[in-house]
């Protein structure tokens, strides 16, 4: 029966998740079925449990004096190599950009220029962000005092459903640029793409563990992070309107910073909103005097 | 009122006379009623409650308690001044907030005794650091309703809306600055709920406001307990909630507003560590940490409440505090020579008592120096904890009196490791000589302020507000105006 003809049969890949740097399997061992826009089988990507959601904020946590401590010189220089890294596999994306969202090649390609071109955006903020959001107080009295931003910590970051890459870079690069961690809940429809970037993350001199990407049920997995302690704050891109509602509720047990879903046109220039949003005014006092 | 002697020298020929600021220059009305849409009104369903003075449990006056109906009326007023308010030419807003200031500036004696008898803080304190800074307040903001488009939030930064905005009772007007005057520049109307215990300030400024000719529901006040508070954070026809109070009810005000649009800002507790290296001048410490903790009777969510002292000069700063300490004079907040007024509430002085004992069942060892307390009032003598460890609620929780916890530390890293173990991060303090070892700390410290070599030190400029759970957003400076703009 089989045709002379033999074609080459294609290597699939399996997809893990991205976790401290490493690509483990869920803890839990499930998986589910991820199809293309029509329904076609792509591949089975690893259905994270509330456990592997806890062990990635273990993960990020660990990274956070590291990264929130090195210059912003060098994170600014690491963004920027994530960005020189998908440039060499924008064929790749492309085409998982393409079946996840069922877009056509050009359409595509546009989509992960644009995402190469959002990390080339915010690696260039890396030393700038404290210039804008900082401040030198004039107080009435003899003291320096100054403002600058510090990163908030862990930032759980549930990435956008419908635009799975380029809504994904732009809710992850403007979280760590400024020195955050983060745990990131792919598109539950689409999570390809975010798992794939987890290669080029990984390939990027970025240190293990300041991002950690899951797969799987968005409101299973964001139900932990909403209510982990020791995560600081929560963007809820890809919560629908009740689920982020129960998520700000949870998140109000420790006082995490919430940033609430609203509609958001991703190829538009993204402002300094999501830059700011994961941000600690530290002010400092010190008194004048011979 | 009486003042301790120097217990070691009881015939001590400089002890102080008593020096009491004239209650006259204050008149306070039998009641107030609530202050909206430019009237006072008494409550819906006629419901009133007696303010105090902390210090001799005397009534000063009885307010007006506001329900869900005058909340409703409060929002609707300020609803319906807004859209005047906001269209001013920020030019105009700002003049208003400049007359404000300059009234509060004039009539600054009459409020810093009224504050004082209210509240029971020391007159010096009230008349120098509340009052003076409740008009700088509004100086700093007013300055900005006119440059909106140049604090860095985007060209024509658009206000929110109706404010709800509830405030404590440990600067009952000044916690009213930094409400008022940020929301009001940046074209904004705003409810503000009083303390229970502390509502007259507030009320009083309603007639500075008169005074001022501020349009009519620009500001409304609605007095009463925490239900007021909860009806206002609640109401649908607010657009912005600003909170400074205690992390218990900051969090329960997040849960309410989950899923609405809501913007909200939260200043909450805190339990700052005050750090003492062993080349610290060790004097000027001393004031610091004294300040740091006894200053408003410890009634401040950044108070240093958590003393880190390196192991090597413990027993000298110790013996020099505690001197110090004997010479703290407590009593009439209305004595100029007064140090430490009376404890707001006998609810909270019966708080610091649990806590207290807590610290003592726990192991840690009291210290307090001999002082005569009035026998009538709310009253707690400055206290001192050594023994103090981490596991300890006197170091975990904060005690909002003056009661200090004394730990220990050898090298800078177990200090700011110590410093940062706790849930709040809203101040600290850093006492060395050496300038990088500040920075260092300073840089490692996850708290929203931190004091170098002094303490408790507040300017309209600057911005405070904390991490973790002592809160989100800043009040004060540039990054104050955040929080009134759709931004």
Known sequence: MSDDRTERLSVLKTYKLFVGGKFPRSESGRVYEVTDHKGSWLANAPLSSRKDARDAVVAARKAFGGWSGATAYNRGQILYRVAEMLEGRREQFAREVADAEGLGKSKAAAVVDAAVDRWVWYAGWSDKVAQIAGAANPVAGPYFNLSTPEPTGVVAVLAPQESSFLGLVSVIAPAIVTGNTTVVVASERAPLPALSLGEVLATSDLPGGVVNILSGRTAEIAAPLAAHQDVNAIDLAGADPELARTLEEAAADNLKRVVRPQPVDWSADPGTGRLLAFLETKTVWHPMGV | ?487
């Open chain 2, 1 to 487: 009122m009486t003042n301790p002697t120097n217990p070691t020298n009881p015939a001590n020929p400089f002890e102080y006379a008593p020096a009491p600021e004239s209650r006259s220059v204050v008149e306070i009305a039998p009641s107030y009623g609530l202050f909206i849409d430019g009237e006072f009104a008494e409550a819906a369903d006629g419901k009133v409650f007696k303010t105090v003075s902390p210090a001799t449990e005397e009534s000063l006056s009885e307010v007006a308690h506001a329900g869900a109906e005058d909340v409703d009326r409060a929002v609707r007023a300020a609803r319906k001044a807004f859209g005047k308010w906001s269209a001013l030419p920020g030019a105009e807003r700002a003049k208003y907030l400049f007359r404000i200031a300059r009234i509060v500036q004039e009539r600054s004696r009459e409020l810093a005794v009224l504050e004082s008898l209210d509240n029971g803080k020391p007159i010096r304190e009230s008349r120098d650091v509340d009052l003076p800074l409740v008009a700088a307040h509004f100086f700093y903001y007013a300055g900005w309703a006119d440059k909106l488009d140049y604090a860095g939030y985007g060209r024509d930064p658009r206000p929110l809306g109706v404010a709800g905005q509830v405030i404590p009772w440990n600067f009952p007007l000044l916690m009213l600055a930094w409400k008022i005057a940020p929301a009001l520049a940046a074209g904004n109307t705003v409810v503000l709920k009083p303390a229970e215990t502390t509502p007259l300030s507030a009320l009083f400024f309603a007639d500075v406001c008169r005074q001022a000719g501020l349009p009519r529901g620009v500001v409304n006040i609605v007095t009463g307990d925490g239900s007021t508070g909860a009806e206002l954070v609640a109401h649908p026809g607010i657009d912005k909630v600003a909170f400074t109070g205690s992390t218990e009810v900051g969090k329960a005000i997040a849960r309410t507003v989950a899923g609405t649009e809501k913007k909200v800002t939260l200043e909450l507790g805190g339990k700052a560590a005050n750090i003492v290296f062993d080349d610290a001048p060790i004097d000027q410490a001393v004031e610091g940490i004294v300040s740091g903790i006894f200053f408003n009777q410890g009634h401040v969510c950044c108070a240093g409440s958590r003393l880190l002292v390196q192991e090597s000069i413990q027993d000298e700063l110790l013996d020099a505090l505690k001197r110090r300490m004997r010479t703290l004079r407590v009593g009439d907040p209305l004595d100029k020579n007064t140090d430490i007024g009376a404890i707001n509430s006998a609810e909270q002085l019966a708080r610091i008592r649990t806590l207290a004992d807590a610290g003592e069942a726990e192991g840690a060892e009291r210290w307090a120096p001999e002082c005569a307390l009035p026998s009538s009032g709310y009253w707690f003598a400055p206290t001192l904890f050594t023994g103090v460890t981490q596991a300890h609620r006197i170091a975990r929780e904060e005690i909002f009196g003056p009661v200090l916890s004394v730990l220990t530390f050898r090298t800078p890293q177990e200090a700011v490791a110590k410093a940062n173990n706790t849930p709040y991060g809203l101040s600290a303090g850093i006492w060395t000589e050496k300038g990088s070892r500040i920075l260092w700390m300073a840089s490692r410290l996850r708290a929203g302020v931190v004091w170098s070599n002094t303490f408790n030190k507040f300017d309209p400029a600057s911005p405070f507000g904390g991490y973790k759970e002592s809160g989100y957003g800043r009040e004060g400076g540039r990054h104050g105006l955040e929080a009134y703009l759709d931004v």
